[in-house]
C-alpha cells in the first residue's frame, strides 16, 4: 500500500483563507478587528523565526499584529506587568507568550497570568480543565490543527483507536482529550510504555509528538492506519558546513508503505499551528463580542 499524503500546507492556506474572510466580514459588518499580541523573551533563533511568521500571517488574514520583544534578562515581575496590561487592552483579543521562556521566569506563573478568554494557546490551567471535562474552551493550537486534519481525513472519528504518542502539556495530553471528545478510543503512550510497537499496531489513529528522530517505524503500524507525524527533527548534517534534513517523529519511508494516509515532514502539521492560532484569535474575538463563533475552525 502507499500512503496518501495529507497535504497540511494546502489545507493550513485553506484555513487561514477562511479565517481572513470572516475577519474582513466581522470588520464590515461589526467594526471590529481581531488583535493578536505575541510577547517573546530573549533572542532563541528558532522562537524569533516562529513570531515573525506569526506576527506576518496574522497582518495577512487582516487582524492586528502587537509583538512585543523583551530582553532575556528581563525581570518576571515585568513581564507579568506587561500580561496585566494585554490582559485589560480591549484590542488585544489573544495572548500569546512564546516559549521557552529563560530560566529564570516561572513558566506556570507567566501561564496562569493571561486571560483565560485570551489564551490563544490553550495553556492556561483553566481552559486545560474546561477541555478535560468537554465544555468550551481555548484549545491548544497544534493538537487542533492535527484534529481538523484527522476530521478532514476520516471524517467520524467516532470508535477509532487511536494513540498519541507523548504526553507533554502542549501536545500529546490536549490531543488525547480532543480524541476523547470525539469519541475515540484514547492510548496515551510514553517513554515508558511496554511494547510500544504492539501498541501503535492497534491504532487506526496515530498521532506522534515524541520528539525522537523517525522513531516510528512502518512495520509498528496497522494497515490502513491515519498517521498525523507532528515531529519536527533535524537530522545531523550529512557533509561538513551542511544544513541536515529536517525529518518527523515517524520513519516516513517505511510508515507510507502501510498506512492509509501520512503527513509528511514538512508541510503537515506544522503550517497547521499558526493557522490555528489565527482561527483561535478569532474564535476568542466573536466569544469577546456575543458574536457566532466560526464554524469548523474550533474544536
Ligand atoms: N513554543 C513551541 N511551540 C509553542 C506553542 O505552541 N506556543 C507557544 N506559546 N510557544 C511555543
Redesign the pocket.
Given at each position: 500500500m502507499t500512503a496518501k499524503i495529507i497535504d497540511g500546507k494546502a489545507f493550513a492556506a485553506n484555513v487561514r483563507g477562511r479565517v481572513a474572510e470572516q475577519v474582513a466580514g466581522m470588520k464590515a459588518a461589526h467594526g471590529i478587528t481581531p488583535g493578536l499580541a505575541v510577547v517573546l523573551v530573549g533572542e532563541d533563533p528558532?522562537?524569533q523565526v516562529?513570531v515573525r511568521s506569526k506576527g506576518k500571517q496574522t497582518v495577512e488574514a487582516g487582524m492586528n499584529s502587537f509583538e512585543h520583544k523583551l530582553s532575556v534578562d528581563t525581570p518576571e515581575a515585568e513581564l507579568l506587568a506587561l500580561i496585566d496590561s494585554l490582559n485589560a487592552d480591549p484590542a488585544v483579543n489573544g495572548i500569546?507568550?512564546?516559549?521557552?521562556l529563560p530560566g529564570h521566569i516561572d513558566e506556570e506563573k507567566v501561564l496562569a497570568a493571561v486571560d483565560p478568554a485570551k489564551d490563544v494557546?490553550g495553556?492556561h490551567i483553566s481552559n486545560v480543565g474546561l477541555l478535560a471535562t468537554g465544555q468550551k474552551a481555548m484549545v491548544?493550537?497544534?493538537p487542533l490543527g492535527c484534529l481538523m486534519l484527522l476530521r478532514d481525513e476520516l471524517g467520524d472519528l467516532s470508535g477509532k483507536n487511536a494513540v498519541v504518542i507523548g504526553r507533554s502539556n502542549?501536545v500529546g495530553k490536549p490531543m488525547a482529550q480532543l480524541l476523547l471528545r470525539d469519541s475515540c478510543t484514547v492510548t496515551v503512550a510514553h517513554s515508558r510504555t511496554q511494547d510500544l510497537p504492539g501498541t501503535v499496531r492497534r491504532a487506526d489513529i496515530v498521532v506522534a509528538a515524541v520528539g525522537r528522530p523517525e522513531m516510528v517505524k512502518g512495520d509498528w503500524l496497522k494497515p490502513g492506519a491515519t498517521v498525523i507525524d507532528v515531529g519536527i527533527n533535524r537530522l545531523p548534517p550529512v557533509e561538513e558546513g551542511g544544513k541536515g534534513r529536517l525529518v518527523g517523529d515517524v520513519d516516513f519511508a517505511s510508515a507510507a508503505e502501510v498506512a492509509g494516509a501520512i503527513t509528511p515532514v514538512p508541510g503537515g502539521v506544522g503550517p497547521m499551528?499558526i493557522a490555528c492560532?489565527l482561527a483561535n484569535t478569532l474564535t476568542a474575538t466573536c466569544r469577546a463580542n456575543g458574536l457566532a463563533e466560526p464554524e469548523g475552525l474550533t474544536a
Open positions: 528558532a522562537s516562529y500569546l507568550v512564546q516559549l521557552p494557546d495553556f491548544p493550537c497544534t502542549i499551528t492560532l
